[in-house]
């Protein structure tokens, strides 16, 4: 299970840290990705973080804005949004998947419920 946590409401130009814990699987043994859907609009995906190597990778939207992480002792990751925008706006999920990852939601099997982010003055 994954469940997600953090969202709000803040102003443009602030900054919100969202975690996604997870129970019953060791999430550094997976792929994780962040997914967010805005209304009307397709899930997109924001930014992902590769099992094999740590590497992490970000949607050029986010680029130098949001950093994904990972609190192995916590089982937890983070994504950790700044400077955001009112087109940040949306549902965002985390997911995770063992074998693919990736910025398309398709790759991943397993999926959280999502945490909503609002970005409004």
């Known amino acids: 299970q994954l469940v997600e946590s953090g969202g709000g409401l803040v102003q443009p130009g602030g900054s919100l840290r969202l975690s996604c814990a997870a129970s019953?699987?060791?999430?550094?043994?997976?792929?994780i990705g962040w997914f967010r859907q805005a209304p009307g609009k397709e899930r997109e995906g924001v930014s992902w973080?590769?099992?094999?190597?740590?590497?992490?990778y970000y949607q050029d939207s986010v680029k130098g804005r949001f950093t994904i992480s990972r609190d192995n002792a916590k089982n937890t990751v983070y994504l950790q949004m700044s400077s955001l925008k009112p087109e940040d706006t949306g549902l965002y999920y985390c997911?995770?998947?063992?074998?693919?990852?990736?910025?398309?939601?398709?790759?991943?099997?397993?999926w959280g419920q999502g945490t909503q982010v609002t970005v409004s003055s």
């Open positions: 973080l590769s099992v094999s190597d740590g590497s992490t």
């Open positions: 997911a995770a998947d063992f074998l693919r990852g990736g910025l398309r939601a398709g790759a991943y099997n397993y």
């Open positions: 019953g699987f060791a999430l550094d043994r997976y792929n």
